[in-house]
């Protein structure tokens, strides 16, 4: 079946540490997505790339680094930078067509600094 | 620019019970408008969509109509069960990504 893996599915880290969030998709979409979710403040998106080798900062990017090297592929980093880390981290995809068809999302990735 | 305003929750209500989320928008042109429902632990589901003005997007029981005068996509079920407590959001595509609103989290009691 076609969808979004997210790996893994809780992370910890301790603070001062770089950590890679893995973002995998076989629905042979160009565009995806990293939004982050906490309580009470709905999705926040961070970086967002339409095709192979180039990408854009959303809302939230400071303290956020990603590649898209393979259409499959979009991988975030979040650096020591980022001065509140904790929180659930989603990636999603869409074909790029206008968005009409709305946005696949991943199970997510819910990241601790310890 | 683009943005979405939903109900405050927590929302809670009681088996069979009639459910309405306010959802209002602001956006230049059309743009396409969505419902999302997140249960715990889990990522987003697109539960229904609509593209244009007047436009009705079902599913599982659950409608939303796409209103340009109002600027309103609000969601509703007419009776709801224990299996709908989730996070229901709706969100807006435009400038080449979607906008969310906060999320209205439902709590259907026995």
């Known amino acids: 079946d076609g969808g979004i893996t997210q790996s893994p599915k809780y992370l910890f880290r301790k603070e001062g540490q770089n950590v890679t969030l893995s973002c995998e998709q076989n629905?042979?979409?160009?565009?995806m997505y990293w939004y982050r979710q906490d309580p009470g403040q709905g999705l926040r998106l961070i970086y967002y790339?339409?095709?192979?080798?180039?990408?854009q900062k959303g809302d939230i990017a400071e303290g956020y680094s990603v590649s898209r090297e393979k259409k499959e592929s979009f991988p975030l980093t979040v650096t020591s930078a980022q001065k509140n880390p904790t929180a659930f981290y989603l990636c999603?995809?869409?074909?790029?067509?206008?968005?009409?068809?709305?946005?696949?999302f991943g199970s997510g990735t819910r990241l601790t600094v310890v | 620019g683009n943005s979405v305003t939903q109900m405050e929750g927590p929302v809670t209500l009681s088996e069979e019970a009639f459910l309405t989320i306010n959802c209002t928008y602001t956006?230049?042109?059309?743009?396409?408008l969505f419902w999302y429902v997140q249960y715990p632990g889990e990522g987003l589901q697109l539960l229904l969509k609509?593209?244009?003005?007047?436009d009705k997007g079902s599913n599982k029981g659950f409608e939303a109509t796409y209103r340009k005068e109002t600027t309103s996509f609000h969601l509703e079920k007419g009776s709801v069960q224990v299996s709908d407590s989730a996070v229901y959001f709706c969100?807006?595509?435009?400038?080449?990504?979607?906008?969310f609103g906060t999320g209205t989290r439902l709590t259907i009691i026995p």
């Open positions: 999603a995809s869409n074909l790029g067509i206008g968005g009409i068809y709305g946005y696949t």
């Open positions: 629905l042979n979409h160009d565009a």
């Open positions: 609509a593209t244009k003005a007047d």
């Open positions: 969100a807006n595509f435009g400038n080449e990504k979607l906008t």
């Open positions: 956006a230049t042109g059309y743009p396409s």
């Open positions: 790339s339409q095709i192979v080798n180039d990408f």
